[in-house]
């Protein structure tokens, strides 16, 4: 079996996801997400809560280099130079969320959920942004180690949707 498919989402997660939403729709915002490393796991997280997933504006998966050029325009020099887990690039993929769509609050994931061929490609190291319309995006590194992809996409399911709820809350 996929690993994906047999990800559970824990207690404290699904609670937070439930809590983003309700505030998003307390507040009449819409949510979308870029995601690479999480493979649209938020997105689906924020669409399987009934009553509130109407909140969910649209999730991008762009899990190649091309896919974050050609559809949030993620600059190709910042793939070539900074890398597509990084800092530089996490912002784009968040701000090129919030220009291709019609949300309110966005985040995005890049990452690396093994270990790689490089040394640069360090098992757990995820880069995400959020951002609020009108505002510029922010930037947070996690280094969750080698935890495992699953155990990877997990914390960082949690940590993207902490983002958004301070964005959400944030006036």
Known sequence: MAEALSLTVPKPI???AHDVLRLACDRDLKLAT???CTGGLLASLLT???GCSHAFER???V???AAKHELLGVRQSILDIEGAVSEAAALALAQGALDRS???VVAAITGFTDAGPSPEEEAGLVHFASAR???SPRHLRMRFGEIG???VRQAALETALRMMREDILAV
């Open 48 to 50: 399987d809560i009934p």
């Open 149 to 151: 992809r699953a155990r």
């Open 34 to 36: 870029a995601e690479s």
């Open 59 to 61: 999730g991008f998966v």
């Open 102 to 104: 019609q949300a309110d």
């Open 63 to 65: 899990y190649t280099d």
């Open 14 to 16: 699904d609670d937070l």
């Open 133 to 135: 319309r009108g505002s």
